[in-house]
């Protein structure tokens, strides 16, 4: 048997700052990927890339705004030849219908599905010719849940959850496999501060009773990219410690 040398893979993160997209950047770089880390905070973005090569892999920060085409055109540009995109910048805005701007609409759909669409279409066809990489999007169980606020946010997620099918048909015959991770409530400096002490609640409704932690997210986006999930494309992947049975106990 003859066993190849191991090559590196470059790893572009969006929303590589802060939270499920840290944690992301930093399990890839452990697990020898060249990360390419987004973000639109330099000092935490300098802060995670001291931290990745402190501990022996390789990184470099890239700054954009997302909400941005232009920004989003030029972060495609400035990452290069990427073989694995993760897309996981995002904001989440819970308000009720009449309760949301046009303004408020237009940003949540900007960052969280014209952003990636914007990057798949820069970066998946290079995948396509070199005839692999890999795409995962991190969606939200807001996508398939109904709840009476935060429509906007689950629709720009519900987008992204059909553009990875979607994708997975116009790449994946090229070598490209594209999948999603759909999280539930999850301990991150966004959720932490939209809801402070109330992200211990938001864990009981679940049959594991807690909320998740980043890391849990990242070890599946980890998985994503690895010759494991060889026979995985074109699905999302749910992560909310289990839905309670909605039938009368
Ligand atoms: N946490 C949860 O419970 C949960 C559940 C389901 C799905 N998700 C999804 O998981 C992803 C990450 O969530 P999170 O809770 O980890 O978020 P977070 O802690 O709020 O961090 C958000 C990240 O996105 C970046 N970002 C925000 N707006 C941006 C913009 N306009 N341009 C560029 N980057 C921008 C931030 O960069 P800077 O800080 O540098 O500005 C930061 O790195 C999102 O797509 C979210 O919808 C989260």
């Known amino acids: 048997m003859t066993i190849a040398p191991a090559r590196t893979l470059t790893a572009l993160v969006t929303g590589a700052t802060a ?21 639109r905070d330099p000092e935490r973005g300098a802060q995670l890339v001291k931290e990745i090569t402190a501990a022996g892999g390789t990184a470099r920060f890239v700054t954009a705004d997302l909400a941005n085409a232009g920004e989003a055109r030029a972060l495609a540009a400035a990452a290069g030849k ?25 940003e949540q759909f900007a960052i969280n599905t014209r952003a990636p669409f914007l990057l798949v279409g820069a970066l998946a066809p290079g995948m396509a010719e070199r005839g692999h990489g890999f795409v995962v999007n991190i969606t939200s169980t807001a996508a398939t849940s109904p709840a ?13 959850e059909l553009l990875t099918r979607s994708w997975a048909t116009e790449f994946g015959p090229s070598g490209v496999r594209i999948n999603g991770v759909s999280p539930g409530p999850v301990r991150t400096a966004g959720t932490t501060a939209m809801l402070g002490e109330n992200i ?50």
């Not at 770089?29 to 060249?34: F, I, P, T, V």
């Not at 980890?222 to 909310?240: E, K, P, R, W």
């Open 82 to 106: 990427v073989d694995i995109l993760v897309n996981n910048a995002g904001i989440y805005t819970f308000t009720s219908t009449p309760g949301t701007s046009a303004e408020s609409f237009d």
């Open 19 to 39: 939270g499920i997209g840290r944690a992301v950047a930093l399990r890839l770089a452990a697990d020898g990927s060249h990360v390419v880390a987004h973000g």
């Open 200 to 249: 211990e609640m938001m864990g009981k409704v679940n049959l594991r009773e807690r909320i998740g932690e980043p890391e849990e997210i990242a070890s599946i986006v980890q998985f994503l990219i690895h010759a494991d999930s060889s026979y995985i494309n074109g699905t999302v992947i749910v992560a909310n410690g289990g839905e309670r049975s909605t039938l009368p106990q």
């Open 148 to 160: 009476p606020i935060g429509g906007a946010y689950g629709a720009s997620k519900a987008a992204i």
